[in-house]
């Protein structure tokens, strides 16, 4: 989890990424935030998000991409 906050935290600084919980509903991150979260989760984890994946539930918390990232390691 920590290295994600990293990432999340280079592209928008000033963010409280373990503590927001309404990162895309609250418009703090955009498409093309998403985009490149998606890029960074497949470089550094080394893991591929598939379109189905790029849910609202996906990407709205650090928590939520951090369980999506698990779910992508073990195969699920």
Do not use: Q, W
């Not at 990424?17 to 609250?26: G, Y």
Request: glycine fraction near 2%; hydrophobic fraction near 45%; proline fraction near 3%.
């Amino acid at each position: 989890m920590d290295r994600l906050i990293e990432i999340l935290e280079a592209l928008k600084p000033g963010v409280d990424f373990r503590s927001e919980k309404a990162l895309v509903d609250d418009s703090i991150l955009d498409s093309l935030d998403i985009i490149t979260i998606i890029s960074e989760i497949s470089d550094e984890f080394d893991v591929t998000v598939s379109p189905d994946m790029i849910t609202l539930e996906n990407f709205n918390s650090a928590e939520d991409m951090f369980n999506m990232i698990k779910e992508l390691e073990n195969g699920d």
